[in-house]
């Protein structure tokens, strides 16, 4: 099926299939910092206890066994699905183009649905923007590490109210590249989802 987004037009096909074989389990990351110290032999000193910090993620792993005996190993944390469900992959690109990348499944029974990012550069108005933001981001952070070091920051110099305010700024203008990104990223995500409801309703 191709359809036409943002002046470009785009090839889509979707596959059906069932989820098998899933797997989940949770991933525990064991951060330290701090701690240290030194104590005299004869006058005495501190030693403080690093604290320790303990954050988890939940993985998720399956099968999607196409009908025409096709099969995908896919890594969804976010999928909601079980055993057997029918389900649906959207495959797509610019037009005349290949090979189709893998942009989405929805789960049938559910009508869960997740998107996979990786397939964003697809959309060059979506992608230019998003590398755009990201490099205007990057820019931004190596500005503040610049004005802190003139600044003294790391000298233990006092901070002029000068420097104080271009910081200020300078992070006012990181949080709003950052929000653009997060814009940019809903925006091709709701594309995405369209499509394959779109598409769904033609199985």
Excluded at 187 to 197: D, G, H, L, S
Aim: proline residues 2%; aromatic residues 14%; charged residues 20%.
């Amino acid at each position: 099926m191709e359809i036409k987004i943002a002046g470009n037009e785009y090839s889509f096909h979707t596959l059906s299939g069932q989820i098998r074989g899933i797997e989940k389990w949770t991933e525990t990351t064991v951060k330290s910092q701090g701690g240290g110290g030194y104590i005299h032999p004869q006058h005495g000193g501190h030693i403080s206890a690093p604290t320790i910090t303990t954050s988890s993620k939940d993985r998720q792993s399956f099968w999607f066994v196409a009908h025409d005996g096709q099969e995908f190993k896919l890594n969804a944390n976010d999928f909601s699905c079980r055993e057997g469900q029918n389900s649906l992959i959207l495959f797509g690109n610019l037009k005349n183009k290949k090979p189709y990348e893998m942009m989405a499944i929805k789960n049938l029974a559910t009508n869960n649905i997740h998107v996979f990012g990786e397939s964003i550069s697809i959309f060059p108005e979506i992608w230019n923007s998003f590398k755009k933001d990201s490099f205007i981001s990057f820019l931004f952070i190596i500005f503040l590490i610049i004005i802190f070091w003139l600044s003294g920051t790391f000298s233990g110099r006092d901070v002029g109210p000068t420097v104080m305010l271009i910081f200020f700024c300078s992070l006012i203008a990181v949080v709003i590249v950052i929000f653009r990104a997060h814009k940019i990223n809903n925006k091709y995500e709701n594309i995405v989802r369209k499509t394959i409801n779109d598409l769904n309703k033609f199985e």
